[in-house]
Nanobody, 119 residues
């Protein structure tokens, strides 16, 4: 099992910056991709950004050029640097970790951290 603990959410002014972090513990050798989803009220959960074990990144079009995902050398912590956030970025942000091939099915999820963007 893998546990994910997020931190760094809160209130940010539009155009400012905010950083989220998520640390994995437990059977960390069983995970590959880590990343962030978000869910705003009344909307479906959507992918924000993800990063593979080897550093390959993917971003939602809506955050490209503004958000940056990174991972520490130990591959246990993933960061989301949110620059120039917009009011539409406000949501609960969830960290997730996907199992590596051969380690079963299903993803791990954090408890979520609220990001509020003031205009």
């Amino acid at each position: 099992q893998v546990q994910l603990v997020e931190s760094g959410g809160g209130l940010v002014q539009a155009g400012g910056s905010l950083s989220l972090s998520c640390t994995a513990s437990g059977s960390i050798w069983t995970i590959d991709v880590m990343g962030w989803y978000r869910q705003a009220p009344g909307k479906q959960r959507e992918l924000v950004a993800r990063i593979s074990f080897y550093g390959k990144t993917d971003y939602a079009d809506s955050v490209k050029g503004r958000f940056t995902i990174s991972r520490d050398n130990a591959k246990t912590t993933v960061y989301l640097q949110m620059n120039n956030p917009k009011p539409e970025d406000a949501a609960v942000y969830y960290c997730y970790a996907a199992r590596a091939m051969g380690w079963g099915s299903g993803d791990y999820w954090g408890q979520g951290t609220q990001v509020t963007v003031s205009s």
